[in-house]
């Protein structure tokens, strides 16, 4: 994997969907996994962060571009909130 900041060698192929790196285009070379992909600093003194994404078969497309990105969604998204109806299904 690469990032698509300034990266040539290898056409960006995925986007990151959620969580800090929201929109970032990447370059990905599998099909199941998770990546750990570096959060984009916003300051020069940040210290270096990544994030965990998970490769899905989900394809977002764009006009303008004939191939549709891999989506990959953040794998480290908190929980959802416990259900407070009482443990009962719907």
């Known amino acids: ?3 698509g900041r300034g ?3 290898h056409e960006c192929n995925a986007i990151c969907l959620g969580g800090p ?3 970032l ?3 990905i070379d599998q099909d199941i996994g998770v990546l750990v992909v570096p959060v984009p600093r916003r300051l020069p003194g940040e210290p270096e962060a990544c994030a965990r994404y998970r490769v899905t078969r989900e394809r977002v497309r764009y006009s303008g571009r004939n191939e549709p990105y891999v989506a990959l969604h953040w794998a480290d998204a ?3 909130p416990p259900c ?3 443990g009962l299904a719907p």
């Open 1 to 3: 994997m690469s990032a």
């Open 78 to 80: 908190p929980p959802p």
């Open 21 to 23: 790196c929201h929109g």
């Open 25 to 27: 285009l990447t370059h």
């Open 7 to 9: 990266d040539r060698v």
């Open 84 to 86: 407070s109806c009482g």
